[in-house]
């Protein structure tokens, strides 16, 4: 027998990476979903890129997917890549500042060429000298060359040949990290079950790349990760939109209504369109609108006629729906607004995460026109989230709007699916006298008013984007105005009573409290946690609810020396804290490169400011 390198890691990141049409993105899931399924806790990351097609072998074409797996908790996706497959130099040279110190390369030298040199942008014939990658350990595998000789007996063009060697890398990874190959195999044969040929292909060329890596155990090390400890249930790995619509899903069987989405396909939002499209089985009606604002429309319609309304969308469809997001402030309609951040402004970075929409969110549209804000943290809890916001328009009668980003929207990680009777219910504020209903009579609690639907006898009713008096008759009083403007505001408000109060993770008082919000929350506590393991006296608070604020903020920040507000934008919500909580020195980390927060940079930022 060959000598065989076996190393045991706790914790692994894997990047593979390639052309936009090497398949990186079904190797990188398909190996997520094999290592969730082997019990280990995932976090991903895909790095599409902006452009539809690119040149082929170009950085700008190149396609990425990172995943970090482990045997314990795991909150990011890594800020460095242990092992890299790159499917040609473009992927190295987009990757190599990426890579772990002493990590290992995979790398298909068959693309390695002249040719795709200058495609890279190489000044050299040899990329690893010029990127300094020489301390690194480089496996140069035949990827292509094995592929084309894996399938020569069967009758397929060289495209269909070579769009089958990203199985080989998968296989080979497979091998490297013990993991089974059965749900590949199924999912496979179920992709291509009308296309047997193709399913063949696949298959073969997966198996042959999983059996060169026994073959060549002494060039290519094998990586034990062992399963993580996790709590007894139903587990699937989820993505981030398609969480947000089962929460949607949920909320409207806790609710008793049908589920209405209207919307516009937008990157990076899109798939929540779809992910709802394919459940009409549970009742579920998608509507692909011709543009944004028909998109929202539909959902208002949709809200008026007594279903559970929610439309979806992006940076720039946020900013075309605002006026009917208006509308519905001023009817007092249940809606549920979906963003999905990607980087601005106008097209900006279409397939990169940012969170430059919370003003926009706050402060978008004409007059004073409050809505309830809520952001999700994880790719998993993008689901609680979606449910809560369906609760808290459904019982306060008020738009909402939840923010995600394109960093949770398609990244994954594995989720627990909970029982129906675990969820809180929901109570939809429906109108039940029609001796003393009012259109916009409200309750002296909440400031909710009922809802009538059109075909409830008795309940005919006006409400539009013309201010109303109580009766829901058009009025220009001014005092009119000036208190509904008051009770509007004081409505959203009063949902403070629905949420919890602020989380601290740390000790409760110290020298540095780190603030952040939505998406950014796994890189923020892990580096909150490695500052901790320093003994430092720093913790984390994390908002998820943003209007309005939970009451104990202030008496949160008031235990600190210092506070940290780290956000992928240029302060926006550092802004909103000094509007809404004067009284304390907000510092800053920000980051606007399309990327997510390494934990590596927060520590450092951290650090320096205890020093100063």
């Known amino acids: 027998m060959k000598d065989a390198k076996v190393i045991e890691l706790e914790e692994v990141a894997i990047r593979f990476s390639g052309d936009s049409g090497d398949g990186m993105q079904l190797t990188g899931t398909l190996f997520s979903d094999t290592s969730a399924l082997f019990g280990n806790d995932i976090s991903t990351f895909p790095d599409y890129p902006s452009e539809i097609r690119a040149p082929q072998g170009t950085v700008g074409g190149v396609s990425g997917f990172q995943v970090q797996f482990g045997k314990k908790k ?62 690194f350990e480089k496996i140069a595998v035949p990827i292509t060359s094995m592929t084309k000789e894996s399938l020569k007996e069967l009758e397929l063009d060289n495209k269909s040949v070579l769009r089958c060697k ?61 399963p993580a400890p996790i709590e007894k249930g139903i587990y699937r790995n989820i993505n981030g939109n398609n969480a947000t619509a089962w929460g949607f899903i949920a909320a409207a069987e806790k609710a008793g209504l049908e589920l209405f989405l209207g919307s516009y396909p937008i990157t990076p939002a899109t798939d929540v369109l779809q992910a709802l499209a394919e459940r009409k089985d549970l ?53 549920v607004v979906v963003n999905v951040q990607r980087g601005g402004p106008s097209t900006g970075l279409p397939t990169k995460t940012e969170q430059s929409d919370l003003l926009q969110t706050l402060y978008g549209r004409n007059g004073e026109s409050p809505v309830v804000v809520l952001a999700a943290s994880t790719p998993s809890d993008c689901f609680y989230y979606a449910f809560l916001a369906a609760k808290i328009a459904l019982e306060r009668m008020v738009p909402v709007v939840l923010l995600t980003d394109g960093f949770l929207g398609n990244g994954s990680e594995p989720w627990r699916v909970p029982k129906m009777d675990e969820l809180p219910s929901i109570t939809p504020r429906k109108a039940k006298d029609p001796q003393t209903y ?175």
């Open 166 to 226: 990203n199985m080989f890398a998968l296989g080979l990874i497979c091998w490297m990290f013990d993991r089974p190959l059965d749900y590949i195999e199924g999912f496979i044969q179920k992709k291509f079950g009308k296309k047997p040929v193709i399913a063949e292909a696949n298959l073969k060329v997966l198996h042959d790349g999983y059996n060169y890596g026994m073959n060549m155990q002494h060039m290519t090390p094998q990586y034990i990760v062992h």
């Open 283 to 335: 009742g579920v009606k998608t509507f692909q609108a011709e543009d944004e604002i028909a998109g929202i429309c539909t959902s208002i319609g949709a809200a008026f006629a007594g279903d559970l309304a929610i439309t979806s969308t992006s940076g720039p469809g946020f900013a075309l729906k605002s006026e009917a997001l208006g509308l519905s402030v001023m009817a007092e309609l249940p809606l």
């Open 438 to 612: 009012k259109a916009y009579k409200r309750d002296p609690e909440t400031f909710a008013r009922e809802w009538a639907i059109p075909g409830m006898e008795g309940f005919q009713h006006r409400i539009g984007g013309l201010e109303k008096n109580e009766a829901g008759g058009v009025s220009h009083d001014p005092e009119n105005h000036q208190k509904n403007s008051e009770i509007r505001a004081a409505k959203v408000e009063k949902v403070v009573e629905m949420i919890p109060e602020l989380e601290l993770i740390g000790d409760p008082e110290g020298d540095l409290l780190v603030v952040g919000w939505g998406g950014t929350y796994g890189h923020m506590i892990s580096s909150v946690r490695a500052m901790q393991k320093n003994g430092k006296k720093v913790s984390l608070a994390h908002f998820n609810y943003i209007k309005p604020l939970p009451k104990n903020t202030a008496e949160i920040f008031s235990r600190f020396k210092k506070i940290v507000v780290c956000e992928l934008n240029l302060g926006q919500f550092a802004s909103y804290l000094r509007d809404k909580m004067p009284g304390f020195q907000y510092h800053q980390v920000n980051k606007m490169k399309g990327l997510p927060f390494s934990v590596h940079e927060l520590v450092e930022n951290f650090e320096n400011l205890l020093e100063a």
């Open 74 to 135: 795991i909150t990011t996706p890594g800020d460095l890549a242990h092992v890299l497959v790159a499917m040609n130099p473009a992927a190295l040279k987009a990757n190599a500042a990426f890579m772990n110190p002493g990590g290992t390369i995979i790398f298909d030298v068959d693309s390695f060429s002249e040719k795709n040199f200058e495609k890279a942008q190489f000044k050299t014939n040899d990329p690893f000298a010029e990127l300094k990658l020489e301390d």
